[in-house]
């Protein structure tokens, strides 16, 4: 997963139904969104209305390329198609396995993950609204806005009992492959298409160094996060634990199953 899921701290139904003060966050990053008697919107939290909120203020700006607006959408529905088709879930249990443990040291990559790609490119992107300075804005605006959907989405289908673990483990993998063209994107237009005035203050060029410094730091982590780490390491993990589940539910049924013992034929035989 992308890690800065982790750090916004995912539901668990299960703790939801027992108590809502436990609730806690696992690396697996997912776990249940529906459910409740509310309906799904009713059981988000407020880090998820948040995530809709941005997701519609994007959508609704004219900042984000019609490419990348689809995108979500198109995921969605192969995300869909493969838990359906591809990987169906065993559902042996309600609890949401855990994929991937981290250490500590792990999860301060995670909260750098998360400065780096949700906070400071917000902070950047709020900077530029308020500097009037559109060329930002425009940059930066579609890397915030797939990264909404990825966090929501991996959010929404984490623990659902349709998705599998390959399956829950490719959302944040294909919107990492996507978010990085984005990102070389946003590069290339904070180095090359903008530069800094000839008589600017030291404010000015805090702010366009800042922009340039942000890019390239979203294009490493993620970079290094997608090949260093969701390819290597946690979508192999998610099919071993897929195929070792299934092979458990097979190796049972076979145990399950009542031994048939052929009957014997009583022999004919004819006295002379």
Known sequence: MSGVSL????RTDRDKTTSSSSEKGRWSGMTAAG?????????LR?????????ILVFSASGLVPLLDMLFPAFASVYIIALSRL???SHRVSTA????FHGSKLFRVYVISGTTIGLFLPLAYVLGGFARGDDHAVRSATPHLFLLSCQILTENVISGLSLFSPPVRALVPLLYTIWRIFVIIDWSKDVW?????PVNATPNVAA???FGRYLAIANLVYFGVN??????PRFLPRAFDHYFRERDEILAKSQEDKPIQVPRSRPSDHKSD
């Open 86 to 88: 591809a990987f169906p």
């Open 192 to 196: 090359f298409n903008k530069s800094l």
């Open 96 to 99: 949401t396995p855990e994929v």
């Open 207 to 209: 702010w366009f160094w």
């Open 7 to 10: 750090a916004v701290g995912p």
């Open 46 to 54: 407020v880090i998820e209305l948040q995530l809709v909120a941005f």
């Open 226 to 231: 997608l090949l260093c780490f969701l390819i």
């Open 35 to 43: 459910g409740g008697g509310g309906g799904l919107m009713g059981s």
